[in-house]
């Protein structure tokens, strides 16, 4: 009896926060957006699949013209699966370069009564325009590639598979450890993992949430990411309280302009969407690496002959679909980012030392893999007409 009181006291006590923050954000979202009618906008003509790689690149891009077509596309096509892309965008993408922009993406993300009466599609409309503005932050998802992959990691992983939740805990909230071991250990707190993988037990959210807030994040960033970790079941969610502690602790940071590089667009649809998760995508990187002779040549000397194919394709999300156009720089982002993207390659069996020439050699590409890209477009666009 006493265990089921206490059970809807917490019930009761969750609702009460959820209510209070997201009402919060709600309220100043609505305040900071303009509220005359938005002009039409055309959704693209594409598949959910090409519509979500858009959407997610464009917003790194602060491209919102694009962004904003690309989401009217997938809601269309999905709305559920649209609000989730959105806030794994807002963790992933922004993160802790502007946590109200995330904090007000997660409540209208949820609140579907909320966004009725406000209007579903300037809801849509409205959220791409603070995303794509945002400055961007990608260290949570470097980190999280870190913790689950990179080789430098696999004594933690070995201790926190073997430890208790609570013992993990205490990993996290130990600042003397370095920042990708506690990121291991928040990971195995969470009980998150990524799609058919059993790496790590049940974990516990809500005591992750306190953990953090015991450390100094904003409750309401700490609520937020609970609630987007089991809406997305993403892992480098719960990284992002980690993760704006460490930018807190380090003081100094700054935003920055930073290069992205050209795209073309076919019917509307930019070519960079055309990635490893998209079929005519991974058409287009299978055909650059059998007719690029210097990304052949480098393939052979950094990868195994049946990893060709997945090098490749990560090979060119990060000479292109990572890109950002406004960076936060601070003390950990360039070494995080280059410890994340040795670890991702990884999985690939790409050699430590080939990692950069690999990437710069598909940049130096990217003008070819974009003609491969608008021919397939163009061949898709014909036999539709």
């Not at 805990?169 to 799609?195: E, H, K, N, Q």
């Amino acid at each position: 009896m006493l265990d089921r009181v206490a059970r809807r006291v917490t019930q009761l006590l969750m609702r009460h926060k959820f209510a209070d923050w997201t009402s919060g954000a709600l309220e100043r979202f609505s305040d900071c957006v303009n509220f005359d009618q938005y002009p039409p906008v055309e959704p693209l003509r594409c598949n959910q699949w090409i519509a979500s790689s858009a959407l997610q690149k464009a917003i790194r891009r602060s491209e919102v013209g694009i962004a904003s077509r690309a989401a009217l596309a997938l809601h269309t096509q999905d709305r559920a699966n649209a609000w989730r892309r959105l806030i794994a965008i807002a963790f992933e993408d922004v993160g802790p370069a502007d946590i109200e922009v995330v904090l007000q993406t997660v409540a209208v993300a949820v609140s579907p009564g909320w966004r009725a009466s406000y209007g579903e599609d300037r809801a849509v409309l409205s959220i791409i325009s603070k995303l794509a503005a945002a400055a961007k932050d990608r260290s949570a998802d470097y980190l999280m590639w870190i913790a689950a992959e990179h080789p430098d990691q696999c004594k933690t992983r070995a201790i926190c598979d073997r430890a208790s939740v609570t013992e993990c805990l205490s990993m996290v909230t130990d600042l003397s450890r370095p920042l990708p071991d506690r990121a291991v250990a928040a990971w195995f707190c969470s009980g998150i993992d990524y799609p058919y993988q059993h790496r790590v037990g049940a974990g516990e959210l809500s005591w992750l949430e306190d953990a953090y807030c015991r450390l100094g994040a904003p409750p309401d960033l700490a609520a937020a990411t609970v609630l987007a970790a089991r809406r997305t079941r993403q892992p480098y969610v719960v990284l992002v309280p980690l993760v704006w502690l460490e930018v807190r602790r380090a003081g100094l940071t700054a935003v920055g302009d930073a290069f992205v590089p050209p795209s073309g667009l076919v019917a509307g649809i930019p070519l960079y969407a055309l990635d490893e998760h998209t079929r005519l995508g991974k058409r287009a990187i299978n055909t650059l690496s059998q007719q690029s002779l210097s990304i052949r040549a480098c393939l052979e000397q950094y990868v195994p002959r049946r990893r060709w194919i997945a090098a490749a394709q990560h090979a060119v999300f990060y000479a292109e679909g990572s890109a950002v156009s406004r960076r936060l720089h601070w003390a950990q982002s360039r070494s995080l980012e280059q410890l994340g993207i040795e670890a991702e390659l990884s999985t690939a069996e790409v050699k430590p030392d080939g990692v950069t020439p690999l990437i710069e050699t598909i940049r130096r590409s990217l003008d070819q893999l974009n003609a491969i890209r608008t021919q397939l477009l163009m061949m898709v666009d014909a036999d539709a007409g």
